[in-house]
Nanobody
Framework: QVQLVESGGDLVQPGGSLRLSCAAS????????MGWYRQAPGKQRELVAV???????SYADSVKGRFTVSRDNAKNTVYLQMNSLKPEDTAVYYC???????????????WGQGTQVTVSS
């Protein structure tokens, strides 16, 4: 079984920065896309940023130029550097990974437990 463990969420003032980390553990063959989603109270979960195994990236329009997604494939870890944070970035941030468990197996979607990011003065 694969587990995704996030860390780095915190309370930060507007204009501040945070770095989220998500490490995948367990027996697996390959990780394809890894990325971040977020869910604010009363809203649907939305894509923040993703990175493919080929290092292509995609960002929500609301975070372009402020957030950067990166990966360390040797550590099965994805990061989200968040700069110039705004109150509207407040949400629970979830890590997501597209994982193939064995070389002949299907690809499965895994989610982390979420980490709270609060942007407030």
């Amino acid at each position: 079984q694969v587990q995704l463990v996030e860390s780095g969420g915190d309370l930060v003032q507007p204009g501040g920065s945070l770095r989220l980390s998500c490490a995948a553990s367990g027996r697996l063959y390959r990780i394809y896309g890894m990325g971040w989603y977020r869910q604010a109270p009363g809203k649907q979960r939305e894509l923040v940023a993703v990175m493919t195994s080929g290092d292509s990236t995609s960002y929500a329009d609301s975070v372009k130029g402020r957030f950067t997604v990166s990966r360390d494939n040797a550590k099965n870890t994805v990061y989200l550097q968040m700069n110039s944070l705004k109150p509207e970035d407040t949400a629970v941030y979830y890590c997501n990974a597209d994982v193939q468990l064995t070389w002949i197996g299907s690809r499965l979607d895994y989610w982390g437990q979420g980490t709270q990011v609060t942007v407030s003065s």
